[in-house]
């Protein structure tokens, strides 16, 4: 299974909703990573995970919080977003994030698209 | 900020080779070069990656300059498909540059 798995597919909520992203991958991986798309642009990194520690947050507001409860599962809670937080968010994930085992590629959803009314 | 920079556009006539170059002047010893493209509406999918030596798979080809500073994929018959954003990364970095629009014209 090389797969790396995104829901939901499409999501809309309001500027005071909670929603939550999921991410899955059932190929050992661990390093997973968020990323946030605005169109005609290229992804954007916001979080990193290795070993199921946040590695990195490029400083993403508090209204993204990500969450890695287990090496397969990676969450991206949604709270009080803003219009302009409307775009594709993209989950990847790789063998590993540094190192020599970096050598091998990385795999990326589908993406969920979000809207936020 | 990413590592990379590539031309923002490029075209090819379907069928030709296509060379697409990338800068990574700052790279580190154990930086690895990965391609990536996005297709329209879909994540990136990995197209190759290599160190130091020129890589070959189904899909590309991967030229890696001898100071490590530059990298090349060649597409070696560009179909229609193949039309995308090409994007260079380094593996210790996972940040994405502009990237290169190709376009394929029949």
């Known amino acids: 299974d090389t797969e790396v798995t995104q829901t939901p597919k499409h999501l809309v909520m309001g500027m005071t909703n909670k929603k939550s992203l999921k991410c899955e991958q059932h190929?050992?991986?661990?390093?997973m990573y968020w990323y946030k798309q605005k169109a005609k642009k290229p992804p954007e990194l916001m979080f990193v995970?290795?070993?199921?520690?946040?590695?990195i947050n490029e400083s993403v507001p508090s209204r993204f919080s990500p969450e890695c409860p287990n090496s397969s599962l990676l969450n991206l809670h949604l709270h009080a977003l803003q219009p302009e937080d409307s775009a594709l968010y993209l989950c990847?994930?790789?063998?590993?994030?540094?190192?020599?085992?970096?050598?091998?590629?990385?795999?990326f959803g589908q993406g969920t698209r979000l809207t936020v009314v | 900020d990413a590592k990379t920079t590539q031309p923002n556009s490029m075209e090819s006539n379907e069928e030709e080779p296509v060379h697409l170059p990338c800068n990574h002047s700052t790279i580190s010893g154990t930086d690895y070069i990965h391609w990536y493209r996005q297709l329209p509406s879909q994540g990136p999918e990995y197209v190759i990656h290599?160190?130091?030596s020129n890589v070959n798979n189904r899909m590309a080809s991967l030229a890696i300059a001898e100071d490590r500073k530059s990298s090349t994929l060649i597409l070696h018959r560009a179909t229609l498909r193949d039309a995308a954003v090409y994007y260079c990364i380094l593996n210790n970095d996972m940040r994405f540059g502009a990237g290169t629009r190709l376009t394929v014209k029949p």
């Open positions: 990847a994930s790789s063998q590993v994030f540094t190192g020599a085992g970096g050598g091998t590629e990385a795999f």
């Open positions: 995970y290795s070993y199921e520690k946040l590695s």
């Open positions: 190929m050992g991986h661990r390093a």
């Open positions: 290599g160190l130091t």
